[in-house]
């Protein structure tokens, strides 16, 4: 992996996570406990197995599965040069 692809990736994952904060450090934590305790896994391996991310994301957010990852369409929308990440990302998702 080239080094710009490591940092949008990075940039990526970060925005994720800014969302997440945004909508309360309780369910933030929730979601980096399940990944750690259901999947041995962090936030930073979500884009190479978004599984993970949607199984916890549905879990502690419920209803409001689709709104977060509304936001994080808006957060990541100020990143540029990410389109396949944001592309391949929101098709699992969205599945």
């Known amino acids: 992996m080239g080094s710009l692809e490591a940092e949008n990736k990075i940039a990526f994952i970060t925005c994720?996570?800014?969302?997440?904060?945004?909508?309360?450090?309780?369910?933030?934590?929730?979601?980096?406990a399940k990944l750690k305790a259901q999947f041995s896994c962090g936030m930073d391996d979500c884009l190479d197995h978004p599984e993970y991310l949607k199984t916890v994301l549905k879990e502690v957010y419920k209803h409001d599965y689709n709104a977060v990852l509304d936001d994080i369409s808006l957060e990541t929308d100020k990143l540029t040069d990410i389109d396949k990440i944001k592309a391949d990302f929101f098709k699992f998702m969205m599945s």
Do not use: A, D, K
Not at 21 to 31: A, K, Q, T
């Open 16 to 32: 994720i996570e800014i969302v997440l904060m945004r909508r309360g450090n309780v369910n933030y934590n929730l979601v980096l």
